[in-house]
């Protein structure tokens, strides 16, 4: 009885985020869903530098779990959050900063618009990505012999979903 008690709590921040990542006044955090996955990025010839090239990034693929290591859903371009339940929403990001952790994808706030039918995710109204572990775009084996190639770096987040109070 005690644990369907306690599963009724709303979930508690436990990460500091710089105050440029925090959400506004009138938001509150609805759930935290871990993800893993990759970044995908393509070596591509540089706009405005003739000659030379850079692993640019193309899109996230990733699984979404609940707290307790469930599957609830993905993570995919757009970029797109899409629960189980079939409810989907698309994120802009509002806020960057870099992790606190070295070769790792840094931190975001994202402003959210539901884009599919109701359900766990169509009230989310911010995202914060944070806890970030890996992902980042590799530093080296990007030239003209290598363009159109693709590579799929694993990286770990936290997503902090957040609706109105």
Known sequence: LVAAC??????????????KLKPAANESLAMIVPAKGVQIYE?????????????????PEADLFDTSGKKIG?????????SADGSKI???????????QADAIPW????TKSVGPQGSFSK???IQ?????GGVAPKTGCAQSTVG?????PYTADYYLLTEK
């Open 149 to 153: 190639t693709t590579a799929r770096i």
């Open 124 to 126: 989310i109204t911010s």
């Open 6 to 19: 306690a599963g009724l709590q709303e979930p508690t921040s436990t990460v500091k985020v710089p105050d």
């Open 129 to 133: 990505r944070v806890n970030t572990v």
């Open 43 to 59: 070596c591509r010839a540089k706009k405005d530098q003739a000659g030379t090239y850079e692993w640019a990034f193309v899109a």
């Open 74 to 82: 993905r993570h995919y371009a757009g970029p797109h959050w899409e």
């Open 90 to 100: 698309v994120g802009t990001v509002k806020a960057s900063t870099d992790a606190p």
């Open 108 to 111: 975001l706030l994202l402003v």
